[in-house]
């Protein structure tokens, strides 16, 4: 693990000499000077074009480690992962046996980073252009969407080898489980449906229409239903487990690409990204609507939440990442800026409120990058 500090030229002041011979030191100096910068300037170029966070940061007084800049995030680790300088995408993280599954989409496999050791553990390949992933720990699985194939893999998180595979539409992406009815819901982008699949026998029971691409996929605990976003509808969907059938689909007025989704069960409130107009919606699951709508990054998509300190991450496509902390039923950005080229997905530990972004290409190679909070470590 690489610690990025940014180094500083150390500043040294010279004397002027009354004589005739005056310039000689001012010569010298000028020459050392020279001789110095041009090397450490090399070394701040590389040091930027390697890792955007060198360029965009500043540093603490007392430990000089890194702080991202506008955002309340204190860089910890760049750890290399796997696979080449391609696409990455979704996460899942089981915080009980601290696993975090990654899908590595342009290499074909899915990374098993162990979050205690901070080492990947190993991958899971032959899942051609895999999309989403989600750790069902009481099943002990993990399941990922492969759009390759049209496939939703199943995984066994003990063996990490693949138990079976399902056919789940045409191009699969987010996935969710309803526990209580103990099916599987695959997003179904073009099919513009979503894809149920019963986990004990691994059969696909049916499909249920949307009426429009489905975005992601997830499900909310205390009603016991599932909610996915539709693309071009610009809606929210609700379907109930039992019947298979939407019962719901509410407007999302101001979200142009509605697409990610994170449902906060407790607080009762869902996150939208729209990632065509660069906002997010909140949406009261109580009352069924949008209640407010925030700015973010360009091409928002992928959310995390951080439920121990109530704070919501919205990574983007444009690099941007937007922070909020939820107050009651509202949200307050508390930070906003760039943080790395193609940092669209992120995930948190809430044990620890580690956060973790995985880059395609940090100086030639893909890497996990680790930050935590800034300004709630010390209070």
Known sequence: MNRVVQSVPERREGSLISSSRWFLPFIGAALFVLACSAPQGQRQSNAASASPLSSESRTNDDNAVPLVANLPLRFLSDVPLTGGTTRLDYQTLDSDAGRLYIAHLGSDLMTVFDVHNQTVVGDVKDLKRVH?????PELHRVYASATGTNELAVIDDQTLQIVTRVP??????????????????????????????????????????????????QYDSVSERIFVTVHGQNE??????NKDQVIGRYPLPGCSGSHGLYIDAEHRLAFVACEENAKLAIFDLEA??????????????????????????????SGIISIFDEHGRNLEKVGEGFFAANAHTVAVDHRTHRVYFPLQNVGGKPVLRIATPSDKERK
Request: a negative charge; charged letters at 20%.
């Open 236 to 241: 929210l969907a609700e379907i109930d487990p």
């Open 168 to 217: 789940a539409g045409d191009y699969p992406d987010g996935v969710a489980y309803a526990s209580k009815a103990n099916k599987i819901y695959v997003s179904d982008l073009h099919g513009k449906t979503d894809t149920v699949i019963d986990v004990k026998t691994n059969q696909r029971l049916t499909t249920i229409s949307l009426g429009g691409g489905a975005g992601n996929t």
């Open 288 to 317: 069924k609507k949008m209640t407010a709508i925030q700015s973010v990054g360009a091409d928002p998509d992928v959310l995390a939440f951080d439920k121990g300190f109530g704070r919501l991450y919205v990574s983007a496509e």
């Open 132 to 136: 989403g992933v989600l750790a069902v």
